[in-house]
């Protein structure tokens, strides 16, 4: 039985703190004016042993959490803190959804995270939580102790290098990628700059869990709290998004037109294609990455795709290996050689239903399908959904 483990938003903010975050060590000086701004705590000879530990590990392995820190335990430690909330535990967690991060102190697995957070939000606000878990991206936390970690290791060269971040998530075939280096250890969390330079709250990682995982956690669920939001949220999530804009517009297109989706044919998202030489040749390199790409079966070369642009790290000149500057709009030249329809989604475009519409009638026409009939019913899931989607506070 394991004593404290991080619940609900804590979990989820702790699985969005980047390694290299987590593992940094503050100087001195660093963490004694941290501990000046944290929030005032007079300990006692019987202050719990769980306060002492989350006040020690916001400072290291927690940075990115929130105060205070949501934990489930089976005892409620007495007194009141600026620390920690607790929640009862009311179930049994299986170790193998635990990650020990300190003595006594522990964080659940995405699924299990995920399932926690079904309890306090909607299907479509999960939904796109659960696509940035079984996505390219992470949204990291903005916390004091995070922005001084971050400029610290940027100040000192120590961030991961940005040039070879993630960009892919299917392969040529159309299989996911295995996201390992040649030695099979996971492959790095990366930051994306703004074009200033700056560093965005948008991190590159290889994906937390995949959607057969959650399909099947799910299944063992039974009547649990939570479950219900879990499974209808699930129904709209599409695996390999790399940004919260390719995850929303990927959601929106989603083919469940019961829940206020567009309905449109199956998509993957990210996928390695490879380029003819003269389309190569304008790209800098004989395989480019398509955002959102339909492809006939078998084939290894979409008749239609969508460039996704306004995410930190769109429209950003990247480097390949050999540092050869490439940019989105050398992409989409290279793919329209091919004969390969594109189209650009911008965020107003995702926001604006009449724009949108105007998109989605351009997308059914280069399919060659009819677009389907827009019900009453289809009609009020759609301003449903929307409503959840852009009207409340994001997580």
């Known amino acids: 039985m394991k004593d404290w483990i991080l619940h609900g938003i804590s979990a989820l903010e702790f699985l969005r703190t980047p390694p290299c975050i987590r593992e940094l060590e503050f100087p001195p000086e660093v963490l004694e004016s941290l501990n000046r701004a944290s929030p005032s705590y007079r300990e006692r000879l019987n202050t719990p042993q769980l306060i002492l530990e989350i006040r020690h590990e916001i400072f290291r392995s927690l940075k990115g959490v929130s105060i205070p820190v949501h934990v489930l335990t089976d005892g409620i430690p007495r007194g009141a803190s600026p620390y920690a909330v607790w929640h009862t535990r009311s179930n049994d967690i299986s170790d193998d959804d635990l990650e020990q991060i300190s003595d006594n102190l522990y964080a659940t697995s995405p699924r299990v995270a995920l399932l926690h957070m079904a309890r306090d939000c909607t299907p479509v606000q999960l939904a796109m939580v659960m696509m940035e878990c079984c996505g390219l991206y992470a949204t ?3 916390t004091s102790r995070m922005q001084r970690a971050i400029s610290l290791l940027d100040t000192t060269c120590g961030l991961p290098d ?3 971040q993630l960009t892919a998530f299917y392969g040529l075939d159309g299989k996911p990628l295995a996201f390992t280096d040649n030695h099979g250890a996971p492959l790095p969390w990366s930051p994306c700059r703004t074009r200033d330079g700056t560093i965005s709250n948008l991190w590159k990682r290889p994906p937390l869990c995949s959607i057969e995982e959650l399909a099947e956690f799910s299944k063992s669920l039974g009547p649990v709290h939570g479950a219900k939001t879990f499974r ?11 940004s919260p804009l390719e995850a929303q517009a990927a959601l929106l297109m989603g083919i469940n037109r019961k829940l206020g989706l567009e309905g449109l044919p199956p998509f993957q998202l990210n996928r390695r294609v490879k380029l003819s030489p003269s389309s190569a040749s304008a790209w800098g390199s004989p395989i480019c990455v398509v955002d959102i790409g339909w492809f006939d079966e078998g084939s290894l070369t979409p008749s239609l795709c969508c460039e996704v642009e306004g995410a930190a ?9 050999k540092g050869t500057q490439r940019d989105d709009s050398a992409r989409k030249t290279a793919l329209r050689s091919m ?7 911008t965020h107003s475009q995702i926001k ?3 724009r949108w519409d105007v998109l989605m009638d351009v997308l059914y026409r280069h399919l060659g399908i009819e677009r389907p009939e827009r019900t009453k019913r289809f009609m009020e ?6 409503k959840d989607l852009f009207g409340r506070p994001r997580l």
Do not use: W, Y
Not at 313 to 321: N, Y
Not at 381 to 386: A, E, G, S, W
């Open 313 to 321: 790290f769109h429209g950003i000149a990247l480097e390949d290996s």
């Open 232 to 242: 209808r949220a699930l129904e709209m999530v599409v695996a390999g998004a790399a």
């Open 162 to 164: 940005t040039t070879r």
């Open 352 to 354: 604006n239903i009449e």
């Open 381 to 386: 899931q759609r301003v449903k959904l929307r």
């Open 140 to 142: 990291c936390p903005g």
């Open 339 to 345: 004969d390969i329809a594109v189209e650009t989604i």
